[in-house]
């Protein structure tokens, strides 16, 4: 079996809303049936029995060495920890090759899998060792590597469960919540709203001191020191016990307390020296370690945290008591589990030789040693959950020093007996504000109730009901797709809205393109969505980026589908009718908002059947009102959109509206029909985002057509009395339109320029020119700059024999060059002529035929 074409589908896609990983497996005849290919089961449960059940996606399919690795790299990730569910292996039509698809929460752990699945299909059909436990060590790694941690992980899930989209934008914790001009950024437990001066000022911890001082608020007095002679003076200033600390310091390293003696503060001093050239020594405060979380204006919760500590057996040592305690799962090596293991440092000795111990001493039975003298969890202490007993006036303490600092999200260190009384009644106080809070003590403490602090923040971020969303549409069909678009981007504008649209032709921000060449694809949709000017979003949706990528959104208001052509791209990537192609063009469709609507064409039979997969409501659309689907949907109280003499009529029951054709300059007062049907799916999308019909109107009667607003969309130029259409129409479907266009059109003599993409099928080639040989006088063919895998002249030939029954074509010209043969085409017109250029490379050949209209 080899694997190969590895994609990472990392938004919605063909097979399903999750992301997953797409690979082609080529199976030999003999691994299409791995039932036929003795004890090959048995050996691939030996190695990994918790694979599962194999089982083909049809009954009529045996299971082959493709199922086996789908199930594998689904199973090795599962037994690894991670969330996944879905996996699918689909034969193609050629022989022994496969699709394979496996769901994936993180996409490095989900290629490494199937990396790994191949290598135990191997040594299974091999009869050869795999390291199954090794193996699965390796994804667990990554995935801690590569996940979320638990502080950043649980803003992301309550947002996620609020319907607000996310995107991370490193592989670190700064995660984008909502998209354009609604969204926000977090990095772990900071917000974009967490100002860098309130920061500095929080990592400045004698600054913050006099700050809260200042605000009344009770703190431990104390200074910075010069060095170390300088911090046992300080010791002596302020009286021991003291603490020896890095002014600048988090997460407690360098931290040292309960110090009495000058060699302790000494050796202390050295200890936090190696974190920062600033040290604080402050007086030392009794009592338990409590940490209190501040969200906005209020404390939503707060922990006892002790120190790391073993209990003595009387029989193991320090250093045994302590690894037996590391073995708890709960406990990792950094953020990612709900404790951090318990280290050996100098500090922690220090802290031992207090007690009269060191590494190999053997504590009596039931001895408490502790380890670290500070009760961080990132050194491995614990945290007990205390938010219920949390006397008002210590919560209103802890809410005064956060706002003091200027921090939206803020961990007050606090040292006192209790919290059930007021600082101030027990001689306690505020010992340090941090930005950027570890949450893990409050999502899991080692004893209590977890709190939903994520959800908190994400409150504090979003008013209720605020999904941070941004109006999106998404337009899939063969053709129309472009102009539809635009159009409904248009008829945005005029509400107001800035609006970023993604098209073949490049991505638009507010009218302007800030990106060129086909930018149909996720890639330059997710990039509108970062904008930070885009208040709407239009996106051309191609079939090949969905194919590559899925969406680039989990889900969108408004999905439109034009039509379902033959020759788009048939023959590739395994899409070899129109019903596979409908399939792929249906994905935006499957992926509406259930409160948002589907605009499909009811004319067109594969479009209309989409309705069935839509979660929201459709609105349907055709030029014939008494069409089987557009009656009963009427009838049904739902919504239509159909000509009527010289108007497109909205209908939703037994309301109507009427749009006169004659303000819809794009459809020449209705004589272009495929211009209408893309106007009345353009009316659809905006009578679905709930757009007042004056705007509606304004948008559809100021979009002109013309080169600069739609290039290679049907763009009129008027040459020396000749009329001149420009269009990138290449395939049979667009060229019947075309046909349909031009014979509405006045003219003396018709005449057509075109060219074939070398990536269409023999016979999609052949038929453009057979409709084409029935509708103009003489036709000129040319050959592309890019012939896209044919060779010189195979595309010209396949024209050429498309023309041998041409029952209206007399005259058949061969140019080499596509401006070449516009040049051709423009010496042989005359007044009352009309020629249409199908044009290839759309920006130049427009640039060029605009230029010779104007000598």
Not at 137 to 150: N, S, V
Not at 687 to 708: C, V, Y
Not at 846 to 854: E, K, M
Request: hydrophobic content about 40%; overall charge negative.
């Amino acid at each position: 079996m080899e694997v190969s074409r590895i994609r990472a589908l990392r938004g919605p896609n063909l097979w399903s809303r999750h992301t997953a990983i797409e690979a082609i497996a080529s199976c030999s005849e003999a691994e299409r049936a791995i039932a036929d290919i003795p004890g090959f089961e048995d050996r691939l449960r030996a190695r990994f029995p918790e694979i599962g059940f194999l089982a083909p996606t049809s009954h009529d399919e045996s299971i082959s060495m493709a199922h086996a690795l789908e199930f594998a790299a689904l199973g090795l990730q599962a037994q690894a920890g991670c969330p996944v569910t879905f996996s699918r292996s689909t034969a193609t039509l050629d022989p022994g090759i496969y699709q394979v698809v496996v769901e994936y929460s993180e996409e490095a752990v989900g290629r490494l899998a199937l990396e790994l699945a191949e290598s135990l299909c191997r040594a299974a059909l091999d009869d050869a060792p795999f390291d199954t436990a090794a193996a699965l060590a390796q994804l667990r790694e990554l995935d801690e590597d590569e996940r979320l941690g638990p502080s950043t992980g649980s803003i992301v899930q309550a947002a996620v469960a609020r319907g607000v989209p996310f995107r991370r934008l490193t592989s670190g914790s700064l995660v984008q919540f909502g998209w354009g001009s609604r969204q926000r950024r977090i990095q772990a437990a900071e917000t974009d709203l967490s100002s860098a001066i309130a920061e500095s000022i929080a990592q400045d911890k004698e600054l913050t001191k006099r700050l809260l001082h200042a605000g009344g608020v009770s703190v431990p007095r104390g200074r910075p020191v010069r060095d170390a002679e300088d911090a046992w003076m300080a010791a002596q200033e302020v009286g021991c016990p003291v603490v020896v600390k890095p002014q600048d310091g988090n997460q407690g390293k360098g931290v040292a307390v309960n110090l009495e003696t000058r060699e302790q503060v000494l050796a202390a001093y050295a200890a936090a020296a190696e974190f920062s050239d600033s040290i604080l020594v402050e007086k030392y405060l009794s009592g338990h370690d409590f940490r209190m979380l501040v969200i906005g204006n209020r404390l939503v919760a707060a922990a006892r945290r002790d120190p790391p500590q073993v209990f003595g057996d009387g029989k193991r040592t320090v250093r045994q008591l302590v690894d037996e305690v590391n073995k708890d799962p709960k406990r990792g090596t950094g953020h990612a589990t709900s404790l951090t293991k318990i280290r050996f440092d100098d500090i922690a000795l220090a802290a031992l030789a207090k007690q009269g111990y060191d590494a190999d001493s053997v504590p009596a039975k039931g001895a408490r040693v502790v380890l670290r003298n500070n009760a961080n969890l990132s050194t491995g202490g614990t945290a007990t959950d205390v938010t219920d007993d949390v006397h008002p006036d210590m919560a209103s303490a802890a809410v005064a020093a956060a706002q003091m600092v200027g921090l939206d999200v803020c961990g007050i260190d606090v040292i006192c007996d209790t919290v059930l009384k007021p600082l101030e009644d027990q001689g306690g106080g505020i010992v340090e504000v941090n930005a950027a809070p570890g949450l893990r003590m409050h999502l899991s403490p080692s004893y209590g109730k977890g709190r939903a602090v994520g959800e908190a923040i994400v409150s504090m971020m979003f008013e209720h009901g605020d999904n941070a969303r941004i109006p999106c549409v998404a337009v899939a069909g063969t053709n129309g797709k472009t102009t539809t678009a635009r159009l409904i981007a248009n008829v945005l504008t005029k509400k107001g809205l800035r609006v970023g649209m993604t098209s073949t032709d490049g991505v638009y921000i507010e009218g302007k393109r800030i990106d060129t060449g086909d930018c149909s694809g996720p890639k330059s949709a997710r990039n509108v969505l970062l904008h930070p000017d885009v208040d709407a979003a239009v996106f051309e949706t191609a079939r090949g980026g969905v194919l590559r990528e899925g969406l680039a959104f989990d889900r969108c208001d408004v999905a439109v589908v034009t039509n379902i052509g033959m020759g788009d791209h048939l023959g590739l990537s395994y899409i070899n009718s129109v019903e596979d192609l409908a399939v792929v063009k249906r994905v935006i469709v499957e992926n509406v908002a259930p409160g948002g609507m589907a605009v499909l064409n009811a004319a067109d039979p594969i479009v209309a059947r989409m309705a069935n997969h839509c979660p929201g409501t459709v609105t349907y659309f055709a030029i014939d009102r008494h069409h089987p689907i557009m009656a009963t949907h009427r009838a049904q109280g739902n919504r239509v959109l159909y000509r009527d003499g010289d108007a497109i009529v909205a209908a939703e029951g037994l309301l109507e509206h009427r749009v006169a054709l004659a303000n819809i300059p794009i459809t020449r007062h209705g004589g272009i029909g495929f211009q209408v049907e893309n106007a009345m799916a353009a009316i659809g999308a905006a009578w679905a985002l709930g757009l007042s019909w004056q705007t509606i109107h304004a948008g559809l009667s100021s979009f002109i057509n013309d080169a600069q607003t739609a290039p290679g969309r049907f763009n009129l130029f008027d040459y020396r009395g000749a009329t001149l259409i420009a269009d990138y129409g290449h395939n049979p479907d667009a060229i019947n339109a075309l046909v349909q266009a031009v014979e509405s059109m006045p003219a003396r003599r018709r005449m057509v320029v075109i060219s074939g993409a070398g990536d269409r099928r023999d016979e999609d080639i052949t038929q453009q020119t057979e409709i084409l040989g029935d509708a103009f006088d003489e036709v000129i063919l040319y050959q592309d700059a890019c012939q896209r895998g044919r060779a010189d002249g195979e595309v010209i030939g396949l024209l050429r024999k498309g023309l041998q029954n041409a029952s209206r074509t007399k005259g058949i010209e061969e140019i080499n060059g596509e401006f070449i043969a516009i040049d051709r085409a423009l010496a042989k017109l005359q007044p009352g002529d009309l020629c249409l250029i199908l044009i290839d490379q759309v920006e130049e050949a427009l640039a060029h035929i605009a230029a010779r209209c104007t000598q």
